[in-house]
C-alpha cells in the first residue's frame, strides 16, 4: 500500500502500476521472507543457519509463496482501489442528476407562477372600473396568495392543507369574477390534510377546469376538489362539469401550460413511477383529473389517524 500510494501514475494506468510492482516485488519479497527467518530464529523457532543456504530461496512455502502472497494482496488492493473510484463516480453521478431534476422542477414551477400571475392580474383588471370594492377584495386575495407562494418557495412539497389554504384565496378571486355561475366544492378526508404534495399543484388543475370547462357554458357549473387516502397513496381529483374536452384532445395537442407542466412536476418528482397522473372525460359530462401519490407526511403531521 506504502509503495502503491507513492507511484507517479494518475488514473487507470493499471499497466504501468502492475510493471512497477513487477520490479519491486521480488527484492521486497526476499527482503520479507529474510526477515521472517530472522525472526523466527530469533524467538527460537528456526535456525540462523537458514539464511545462508540459497536453496531456501526456492522453497514453495516459503519465498514463492511469500512472491504469491504478495501479488494477492496487490490485486486486492487494486480491486479495492478501483471500487472506491467507482462508488465515488457514483455518488458524483447521483447528485449531479439530483441537482439537475431540482433545476428543472424548480424551472417548471416557475413556468406557472407568472402563469398564474398573469391570468390572476388579468381577472382583477376587468373588475377595477366596474366595481373598485370588489376589486380591492380581490387584490387582497392576491397579496395572501403571493404571500404563501413566497413562503413555500424553497420547497417543492408541502403539506395538503398549505396547498389548500392557496387555493382557497385563488377560488375566493374566481367567485368574485364568476358569482353564481361557479362553484367549488372541497372535499378533503382528515387523515390526508398533513399528505406531502407538490407545491401548487392542486391551483392549476382547478384553474384549467374554470378556464376551459366552466367559462365556456353561459350557466357555469361546479369544480369539485376531493382527496381521499388510497393503499399508500393520497388520491386527488379535480372534476368539473363544463364543456367536457375537445374531441381527439392529448397531452401532445393541448395547448394550455396547467395540466402538461403539472404532469411533467409529478413524474419529476417520482421518477420510479409511483405516481400516476390521468386526465379523462367525466360521466355525466365535463372532465376530471385524477392524481396519485405516495403517502407521507410532514415532519410534525398526523395521519389523522385516532389513538
Known amino acids: 500500500f506504502w509503495i502503491d500510494a507513492r507511484l507517479p501514475f494518475k488514473g487507470n494506468q493499471l499497466g504501468m502500476r502492475i510493471f512497477a510492482h513487477l520490479l519491486a516485488s521480488v527484492p521486497l ?99 377595477v372600473e366596474r366595481d373598485p370594492r370588489l376589486a380591492r377584495t380581490m387584490i387582497e386575495h392576491l397579496g395572501d396568495l403571493l404571500r404563501l407562494s413566497l413562503d413555500a418557495r424553497d420547497r417543492q412539497e408541502i403539506p395538503l392543507a398549505e396547498e389548500l389554504a392557496f387555493l382557497d384565496h385563488y377560488v375566493a378571486i374566481q367567485k368574485i369574477r364568476f ?29 384549467n377546469a374554470i378556464r376551459h370547462g366552466i367559462s365556456r357554458r353561459a350557466s357555469g357549473g361546479t369544480v369539485t376538489v376531493t382527496a381521499e387516502r388510497g393503499r399508500n397513496q393520497v388520491e386527488i381529483r379535480v372534476a368539473d362539469d363544463g364543456v367536457g374536452l375537445p374531441p381527439g384532445w392529448t397531452f401532445e395537442t393541448s395547448s394550455g401550460m396547467g395540466l402538461s407542466v403539472t404532469r411533467e412536476r409529478i413524474v419529476g418528482l417520482h421518477p420510479d413511477g409511483n405516481s400516476k397522473f390521468s386526465v379523462r372525460p367525466r360521466t355525466g359530462g365535463g372532465t376530471e383529473v385524477e392524481i396519485s401519490l405516495p403517502l407521507r407526511f410532514a415532519a410534525g403531521g398526523t395521519n389523522g389517524a385516532t389513538p
Not at 69 to 80: K, N, P, R, S
Not at 183 to 190: D, F, M, N, S
Open 29 to 127: 519479497t526476499v527482503l520479507y521472507f529474510y526477515v521472517v527467518i530472522a525472526m523466527r530464529a530469533f524467538l527460537g523457532l528456526g535456525a540462523w543457519g537458514v539464511l545462508a543456504h540459497p536453496r531456501s530461496l526456492l522453497n514453495p512455502f516459503g519465498l514463492l509463496w511469500s512472491w504469491v502472497v504478495y501479488w494477492v494482496i496487490f490485486g486486492a488492493q487494486q480491486t479495492f482501489r478501483y471500487y472506491e473510484r467507482y462508488r465515488v463516480g457514483e455518488l458524483r453521478l447521483e447528485r449531479m442528476e439530483r441537482s439537475f431534476s431540482q433545476a428543472r422542477l424548480n424551472a417548471l414551477r416557475m413556468q406557472l407562477d407568472p402563469h398564474f400571475l398573469f391570468n390572476a392580474l388579468n381577472t382583477i383588471s376587468s373588475q
Open 179 to 207: 358569482a353564481e355561475n361557479l362553484r367549488i366544492e372541497i372535499q378533503v378526508a382528515p387523515e390526508v390534510k398533513y399528505a406531502l404534495v407538490p407545491c401548487l399543484i392542486v391551483q392549476p388543475l382547478v384553474e
